[in-house]
Every structure is written in C-alpha cells, then in structure tokens.
Nanobody, 126 residues
Framework: QVQLVESGGGLVQAGDSLRLSCAAS????????MGWFRQTPGQEREFVAM????????YYADSVKGRFAISRDNAKNTVFLQMNSLKPEDTAVYYC???????????????????WGQGTQVTVSS
C-alpha cells in the first residue's frame, strides 16, 4: 500500500508560479516512478509529468514542457511539481500517482498508476 498526500495548490494569476508537493508513505519510495496528472470537470485525467525512480528520467506532456518541472527527494519521500508561467488552461485538480508496477511503457496513461492522492486544486485567473 502507498498513501499519497498532495499540497501546494491555490489561486494564482496568469504568469505566476506554484509548487506542488506530494508526500508518500508505505512502500519504499525510491522503488517506483511517480507521476502528476490533472483533471477538469467532465474530462478524463490528463498526464502532466513523470519521474523515474532515481530522478534520472523525466517526461512531460507537450502542453507543459518548458514551464513545469518534476523532481523528487527520495530521502524525504516527496515528489514535487514546479509550475511556472501558469496559464488559465492549467486550471485543474492536480493528482500525484505512484506507479508501483514500474510500468514505464505506458507512463502517460492513468492505468499505469495504482495509487493516487486526493488531489489539490490549482486555479489560474486571467
């Protein structure tokens, strides 16, 4: 079992920055990749970013590439999402997720992740 708790969401203006955090507990954190997804009402959960177990591999959706950065601190069992140059279209509930099956072939799909946090709201006003 893995428990995930996100924090750091909020209301910001376009162009601002936010840093999301996700604290994990349960299985050894360094043994699985982590991802961030986001979801708006009526839409499917959308891949945002993924980071490998040791942080050496980082992958992003085209819509956030160059603006968002995923990182992790395995000593603190925490994954981060630094979001810069935020746009109104980034408004969503953001979820962190654990890929404890180490399914790197399907990392952009929510089906590759078996544990999810409760989500944190990010709202970007224009």
């Amino acid at each position: 079992q893995v428990q995930l708790v996100e924090s750091g969401g909020g209301l910001v203006q376009a162009g601002d920055s936010l840093r999301l955090s996700c604290a994990a507990s349960g299985r050894p954190f360094s043994r699985y990749p982590m991802g961030w997804f986001r979801q708006t009402p009526g839409q499917e959960r959308e891949f945002v970013a993924m980071i490998s177990r040791n942080g050496g591999g980082r992958y992003y959706a085209d819509s956030v590439k160059g603006r968002f950065a995923i990182s992790r601190d395995n000593a603190k069992n925490t994954v981060f999402l630094q979001m810069n140059s935020l746009k109104p279209e980034d408004t969503a509930v953001y979820y962190c997720a654990a890929n404890t099956r180490n399914d790197y072939s399907n990392y952009e799909s929510s089906h590759a992740y078996d544990y999810w946090g409760q989500g944190t709201q990010v709202t970007v006003s224009s």
